[in-house]
């Protein structure tokens, strides 16, 4: 006969600051606080976050993977998701949970299958070059920014096949709206009061539902390429479609979840290329190279074919991961490797730990692309050491999409300019909801 184990209770945390708890030392520096949880706690440590409520925070790619895998079906998204940023992104793909998610994955599958990537990645090109060509270079050129706007021209024509009735000036307020429903996770007063980051979040969400809801009958009348007609179109093996009001739901986070995660790749590719020109000359190479052998733009087994560009990305997702943690509440009482954790608990999966853990990486802080590379390998020590897209059911459905989007665009850049970076910046990091740097990423930018 075996011999069970006894589960562990969690020790008690101390509580940090009333209401915002240790919010403030996460915005910081989440890496800093992610160490002090693990070297005080390991795997499973008590937090306090936002609010009164209990915490806990997984972990290392053990913790992480056993609420990713959530095998036992403890772990909710939408409960945890829902109170960060429920008001300004529910009913998005993200905040569904067993069977409803199953049900609505099952229908957006349809809208990312190769097909309709090979599609989407067609009309990025046209948007990128005409984005691309606007750019005035020089010296301290705010990278963040203009690829913010380029990635947004780029959802708007892929997501909405060019919003065709929507001036720049409209469309700039579109950007502003999504910036006010992200920034809004941050928020400590966490009602619609006037002049606090809800508030804006709030009529930012009302302003992107008009939006959207003002495309809707011309997307429903006639099947186009771009993202938002597909979600009006596609249908499940069963038949099972999505309502008008999924159809927005779904938009309003597709094109958040879209929107500043590429972009902060992006920015991060930048910045490590410009730091490491023998990158940035290795990746304008294979560019050069292709753009030799084609006579239009390169479709996505070209993309996939740039070896280098998809090192560097691997290596700047694992650098900064543009989710640096996921978040779940447990619906019931559940075991993470042998500690407790209650019913009605909020989680912190900390995806990013895992990426700088000495145990899992050879020098875990150095910009090193070839850990990826087919002799190295060193995201198999385990296989959630490398997580930055999650796992499990909620893993990211745009992951190629992504991909797809952060190639083309490095391609582009690549061949139209040459850029640099002091080797000795460090980003200034806003970490109080998606990371981005504060000052904008300055590269010293030049057109070739
Ligand atoms: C580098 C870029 C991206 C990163 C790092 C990223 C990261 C993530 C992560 C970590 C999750 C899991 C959330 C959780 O477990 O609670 C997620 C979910 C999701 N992402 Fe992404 N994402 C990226 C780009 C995209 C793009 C471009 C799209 C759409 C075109 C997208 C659509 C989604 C959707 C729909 C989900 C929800 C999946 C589900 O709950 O079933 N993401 N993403």
Redesign the pocket.
Known sequence: MGTTAPVRELPSSPRGLPLIGRSLEYARDPVALFRKQWETYGPVSPMSLVGKDQWVMLLGPEACEVA?RNADKAFA?GPA?TYLVGPFFGR?????DFEE?HLH?RI?QQA?TRDRLESYTAAMHPAITAGLATWAPGPGFRAYWALKQLTLDIATRTFMGGAEHTTAEEMARVNRSFIACVQAAAAIVRHDVPFTRWHRGMRGRRHLEEFLRGYLPSRRAAATDD?FSVLCHIESEDGERFSDDDVVN?MV??MM??HD??T??LSTMMQLLGQHPDWQQRCRAEAEELASRLDGAPGLADLESLGSIDLVMRES?RLR???PV???RTVKDTVVLGTRVPADTYVT?G?QFSHLMEEYWREPEVFDPERFSPERREDRSHRYAW?????????????Y??GA??TALMYHLLLDFEWSVDPAYVAPMNNHSLPFPKDGQPVDLRRR
């Open positions: 990713l998204n998701w998005g793909l993200m905040f569904l998610h994955r957006m990312f993202l779904h986070f597709l979840a879209a995660t590429s902060i790749t997702l991961a543009p989710v996921v978040l779940r999966v995806l997580a930055p897209f999650g796992g499990g059911v909620h893993k990211c459905l745009g992951m999409f992504a989007e952060v």
